[in-house]
């Protein structure tokens, strides 16, 4: 059976991820953001790592088996190193709370927002991960 490929004209995008998505989380990994690769994470090869194209925009990946990532990179350790996690909102979230950013300050933060458009809370949410990341650190 042969993929069909996501089409930017025709498609919703299943994924908030942009090339500011993207470029922001590989801040928080730089600054040093926790995580171990698994079952349920959003990826972005910016660096072509994966032989194979992705099912999504801008050579995002989702880890739905684990194996096939060991197989290509050999190791946990070795899909951290070459791979940029991209946490999705629900992950953003649980990441504040245990960096201990307080939920009525994500709440304040995200109402304070007008409406914009899909995605921006979730950049929001990684802005605010990144001043605990560079506070911590700095």
């Known amino acids: 059976m042969r993929a069909t490929p996501f089409n930017h004209e025709t498609d919703l995008p299943p994924i908030p991820f942009d090339e500011t998505h993207c470029r922001l989380a590989a801040k928080l990994k730089e600054a040093g953001l926790p995580w171990k690769p698994h079952v349920g994470c959003f990826v972005w090869d910016r660096d072509e790592h994966i032989p194979v194209p ?18 290509i990179f050999g190791s946990v ?32 933060m995200l109402c304070s927002e007008k ?10 949410l990684y802005e605010t991960l990144l001043n605990v990341l560079v506070d911590e650190t700095g």
Do not use: M
């Open 115 to 124: 409406p914009s458009e899909a995605g921006k809370d979730l950049l929001a």
């Open 54 to 71: 992705s099912p999504f925009p801008g050579r995002i990946y989702f880890i739905l088996n684990l194996h096939r990532f060991l197989e």
């Open 77 to 108: 350790e070795q899909v951290a190193d070459c791979l940029v996690w991209l946490p999705t909102w629900h992950q953003a979230r649980l990441l504040c709370s245990s960096l201990g950013v307080h939920d009525r300050d994500v709440t304040d």
